[in-house]
């Protein structure tokens, strides 16, 4: 091949690029989507691929490997028509148990290993030893602790991914 003709290719190419990149500029136009997005999306697509009707599911999917120990799998899903006709109330004390910066603080230090009351009354976040047993108290009615032998407490499995979810929700 000749230079003139590498020239020429290379030129041609450039337009055909520039074209490219205005049409993704156009409002409307739609492409088939590239395969950067449609790998990012690969759950999406596997769950709008076995949806029955038209008002969509909820899904929370999770492959954890915590810190402190433990690994879970975890995959729930709710029909949006079920939770929207729910009483979104009854889930209230579930939701306030994660509303107070120590309660969050507890979970974490037990998410990474530190589920010893021992070790969670030594942070300095926690206060006396009666608040900290309160704290505990509304976490384990909440179901988001389970004591795992005495005065050791983890994150009950069903429970792991959910609250994992819950902060990557409100991560902004």
């Known amino acids: 091949m000749r230079d003139d003709d590498r020239d020429e290719i290379a030129a041609l190419n450039g337009k055909l690029d520039a074209v490219l990149d205005m049409l993704e500029r156009v409002p409307g136009l739609s492409r088939a989507p590239s395969a950067r997005t449609a ?3 690969w759950a999406l697509e596997g769950l709008r691929s076995r949806l029955d009707d038209d008002e969509g599911e909820v899904m929370l999917v999770g492959a954890v490997a915590l810190p402190g120990g433990g690994t879970y799998d975890w995959q729930q899903s709710a029909s949006v028509a079920d939770l929207v006709a729910g009483v979104w109330a009854n889930s209230a004390e ?3 148990a994660l509303g107070h910066p120590v309660r969050l603080a507890i979970l974490q230090a037990v998410a990474v290993g530190q589920g010893a009351t ?22 384990l009615s909440a179901g988001w602790l389970q004591s795992s032998g005495r005065g050791h407490y983890a994150i009950p499995a069903s429970r792991v991914v959910p609250l994992l979810a819950c902060l ?4 902004r």
């Open 39 to 41: 790998a990012k999306f």
């Open 94 to 96: 579930d939701l306030s």
């Open 168 to 171: 990557a929700a409100v991560t």
């Open 118 to 139: 021992a070790q969670l009354a030594d942070m300095p976040e926690v206060g006396t030893t009666g608040q900290l047993h309160h704290h505990i108290r509304l976490l």
